[in-house]
T-cell receptor, first 114, second 112 residues
């Protein structure tokens, strides 16, 4: 079956702009988590959505937001971009959450902020 | 699509040798641990997991050891192959937001 799909794979934005990233989970998976990956901080948890509701949220400012649709597809949005937002954004899906099953990661969306 | 590589501990091994990758976890309350492998340009991939009621678990060519006394986790890869070259992360379930906490990662380089 198809894996986790993230779009776009690469994008370049300038400071102050906003960006929307998309994630299509594995069919049947209801949980979608988002992570930010940078060389300095590693993998950091942004938020988790389950059945269209945000179930957990990491320590990121309110500029980072997300949502999940009825088909479990998820989007995350970053507004008023800063240089430090340059990172690889990873989406992971699982049946019911990371603590009940394996997390499957997408290949990520590489965001560069100039 | 590279995601990490700067400032990472690196382990270099010869093809065919055994590799041991170590991880110190942070939360003594964590009771579930996972190892992930991330190849260049790809997302992390599940390798093996272990719960705190065990101190050892074996998979195919991989073994995870857990020492709760010193909060230490290790991943042993037998007969390391060039395809094992990647960054390896440990993760624990001790996040305050109900999330997994990932380690910074170790880069494994296998020399043919």
């Amino acid at each position: 079956k198809a894996g986790v799909t993230q779009t776009p794979r690469y994008l370049i934005k300038t400071r102050g702009q906003q960006v929307t990233l998309s994630c299509s989970p594995i069919s049947g998976h209801r949980s979608v988590s988002w992570y930010q990956q940078t060389p300095g901080q590693g993998l950091q948890f942004l938020f988790e959505y389950f059945s269209e509701t945000q179930r957990n949220k990491g320590n990121f400012p309110g500029r980072f937001s997300g949502r999940q649709f009825s088909n479990s597809r998820s989007e995350m949005n970053v507004s008023t971009l800063e240089l430090g937002d340059s990172a690889l954004y990873l989406c992971a899906s699982s049946l019911d959450g990371w603590n009940t099953g394996e997390l499957f990661f997408g290949e990520g969306s590489r965001l560069t902020v100039l | 699509g590279e995601s990490v590589g700067l400032h990472l501990p690196t382990l270099s091994v010869q093809e065919g040798d055994n590799s041991i990758i170590n991880c110190a976890y942070s939360n003594s309350a964590s009771d579930y641990f996972i190892w992930y492998k991330q190849e260049s340009g790809k997302g992390p991939q599940f390798i093996i997991d272990i719960r705190s009621n065990m101190d050892k678990r074996q998979g195919q060519r991989v073994t995870v050891l857990l020492n709760k006394t010193v909060k230490h986790l290790s991943l042993q890869i037998a007969a390391t192959q060039p395809g094992d070259s990647a960054v390896y992360f440990c993760a624990e379930n001790g996040g305050s937001q109900g999330n997994l906490i990932f380690g910074k990662g170790t880069k494994l380089s296998v020399k043919p």
